[in-house]
């Protein structure tokens, strides 16, 4: 059974970091190109950043590029987003899927940053 479970959202302050994690179940991540994506409240869904299935084509959103990076540990199936630098607007519950998303969604991870 495919699932992807994420986790390590949490309030911060502007220009805080946090790292999200993302386990995934029943296949494999290098299988996919995989992206991170986020929904803020009353907005729809976007993509923030993707990663290729060998690891490269690395792609961010121009909002994030210079402060999120997404990684990929491949021995714990586990997709990562380190963000840095974090700004009100980057509230938001983030999840994992494939970049063009198809997988069944997860519960996704809250990311709130306010002073």
């Known amino acids: 059974q495919v699932q992807l479970v994420e986790s390590g959202g949490d309030s911060v302050l502007p220009g805080g970091s946090l790292r999200l994690s993302c386990t995934a179940s029943g296949f494999t991540l290098r299988t996919y190109s995989m992206g991170w994506h986020r929904q803020a409240p009353g907005k729809e869904r976007e993509l923030v950043a993707m990663?290729?299935?060998?690891?490269?084509?690395?792609w961010y959103r121009d909002s994030v590029r210079g402060r999120f990076t997404i990684s990929r540990d491949n021995a714990k199936n586990t997709l990562f987003l380190d963000m840095y630098d974090l700004e009100p607007n980057d509230t938001a519950v983030y999840y994992c899927?494939?970049?063009?998303?198809?997988?069944?969604w997860g519960q996704g991870t809250q990311v709130t940053v306010s002073s």
């Open positions: 899927n494939t970049a063009t998303p198809f997988l069944p």
């Open positions: 990663m290729g299935r060998d690891g490269g084509n690395i």
